[in-house]
């Protein structure tokens, strides 16, 4: 398998991820069937659509390859279904999200590096692509956005995007700087699951 | 009258009474007349506004033809005024929502086969211009989006849209196509309200 | 200083204001540092980003001049650490707060008028840029939107934009345009803060 196949992949797992924990959120909500997989979707795909939108990457993605919208719908079919089981493997989860927030990192950071809108632009549409889906989630289920107010979640995509624009203005291999910003986003939400770390909150 | 033109006239129609449903959900939620007139045109071209700045169709059409902004405005001064009265008409409002749900559905998604996003995209497409904007409308009060929670609503643009797309696709006339597929969103929708259908929800 | 930098310089006073809005507003919601960054962000430059999408200015200028971003930052890292300070200078972050509302509702207006989407398409987007970005912030923060709910906010910007886009038409010379108009919206603002003018709400 070639470099690009496992990134694209390994960004397909990510997907399926984000969709399970939407739509988990939407059987917690007791919504529906129709609201499960629209929550499923929007937090699967919903951050690299409006990345697109905002870069002119018209029309986004998600028209592009359908894989993306049939992974969602059917992960939420299968979540509205079979949640018991599949809440039971949350560490599973976890750690299939936390590869996803790697990989939609790092594929939003490097077209931002494409369409030319600067490092920090850059890194922001990274970060955008990891967790503006996870937002309207939770704006949609009515609650603050979580990536707002605890755990290491954006905070390990910046990180990871900025090594990746670093390790890219220094001629390393695209293929060295995809693995590594990956697994940088990847170690960091993980490990900061595990010590259970936190931002600084104000006094 | 042409069929573009009752079509046009429909589409009016459609969008003064979503801006009537957007305006009284401002009128129960105790808003001033801003906020009212706000969540009225939010509701009517919320939906069909995020539809044109996902394929490109820049600046979206609110921009081009006036009327739809004027009526939605209108409407919603109206209701602020009127409010008890048109809440009494309460059913006659429903009618006039499926009405518009069904011609916001088939536009949004005759817009994708134009702008070429395939099937699937298409109807997406026509499903967000007939939904998305009450799903502002329900997050700007302060609500879970009541589409993704209970009714026939969405699903009834999916399958309008579907038989829109393949009356299309299998060389029937425009003409007749829109016409059912509005009629088939129109009765879906009705038949749900009178019979109280839900879609499943998660055990 | 030439008018242009005048305006700019006023521009990015508004910014700051704007983003101490934000981060106050994730401060109190308990927000980690993250949140509250991303709400000054959010509040600051988001108004002026959907304007640019919605026009198809693309990339939207926070991605053309990282001034924006970076002010947007610092004022809520700043925020952050010294909000009680902040806090205690209420005043004068309302006067800043109406200083940049005047003067991001003429930038968007005039904006518009150079996309030439007419008059009031101009104003629309004049008003979405004075407002939308503090609507984000109350969705975000789990509030129903303040400017849709009380005091003389949205409707400044209307007036002031609606002044604008008739002096530039009349052919008064856009420095003057632009400086009467900031006042209007200023001075109603302030003046409605001072009286504690509402505007109607339904009976």
């Not at 990274?126 to 989630?137: K, Q």
Request: glycine residues 12%; hydrophobic residues 55%; contains cysteine.
């Amino acid at each position: 398998m070639t470099f690009p196949k496992i990134i694209y992949l390994f960004d397909l797992v990510g997907t399926a991820a984000f969709a399970a924990s939407g739509a988990i959120a939407g059987v917690r909500k007791k919504m529906d069937i129709y609201g499960i997989i629209f929550l499923g979707v929007v937090t699967a795909v919903g951050g690299g659509t409006l990345r697109d939108i905002i870069v002119g990457r018209i029309p986004p993605f998600i028209f592009k390859d359908y894989n993306y919208l049939i992974i969602s719908i059917a992960v939420s079919v299968l979540t509205f279904y079979f949640h018991h089981i599949i809440e039971r493997r949350f560490k599973f989860l976890l750690i299939m999200d936390a590869l996803g927030l790697g990989i939609f990192t790092v594929i939003g950071t490097s077209i931002g590096l494409e369409y030319n809108i600067g490092i920090v632009g850059s890194v922001f549409l990274g970060v955008m692509t990891g967790t503006f889906g996870g937002m309207i989630r939770d704006v949609l289920q009515h609650e603050i956005p979580l990536v707002l107010q605890k755990e290491i979640y954006a905070s390990a995509c910046l990180v990871g995007g900025f090594f990746f624009v670093i390790a890219m203005r220094m001629g390393v291999s695209e293929g060295i700087s995809v693995f590594v910003s990956v697994m940088i986003v990847f170690s960091i939400r993980l490990l900061a699951i595990l010590k259970n770390w936190n931002l600084p909150r104000p006094k």
